[in-house]
């Protein structure tokens, strides 16, 4: 299994529109209609990657500036294409993007999702606070 990362276009989300809705499904709750991949968002198409292995869409990361913050809004991949270092490299093409400004990078993940709150405390992220049903972690700048 091969893959490449490529920053997300408008054009090319639209074009594989069908293929981002399939891939989302594996998030298990909360789907994106296809408004939510379009809405347009602070420096959203210079924040965001895809994975493609040729034609095939394994893996996307949404991404946008919010609250002098880069926010990461979605990441999925495959389930067959998982634990092949999409995810990671998904989230080092952002962390490289951000290299030369100062600004944290933050999510938000279910409380339930253990196995996303490691991999993210892998990357550098840590827990700022937990929410009802959702932990927000954040990457500082370095």
Not at 47 to 58: C, E, I, K, P, Y
Not at 104 to 133: C, H, M, W
């Amino acid at each position: 299994m091969r893959f490449n990362i490529h920053p997300m276009s408008k054009e090319m989300l639209q074009n594989n529109i069908g293929q981002f809705l399939e891939v989302d499904r594996v998030i298990g709750r909360d789907f994106w209609a296809i408004d939510n991949f379009l809405i347009e968002l602070p420096r959203k198409w210079q924040l965001s990657f895809v994975a493609f292995d040729d034609d095939l869409l394994v893996g996307f990361l949404v991404a946008s500036e919010k609250n002098a913050s880069i926010h990461i809004h979605r990441l999925a991949v495959r389930r067959e294409w998982q634990s092949k270092g999409i995810g990671e490299a998904l989230v080092r093409g952002l962390i490289e993007c951000m290299r030369h400004e100062r600004l944290p990078i933050t999510l938000k993940v279910d409380t339930l999702n253990s196995r996303a709150v490691s991999f993210y405390a892998r990357l550098g992220f840590s827990v700022v606070q937990k929410e009802n049903d959702r932990i927000e972690m954040k990457r500082l700048s370095q």
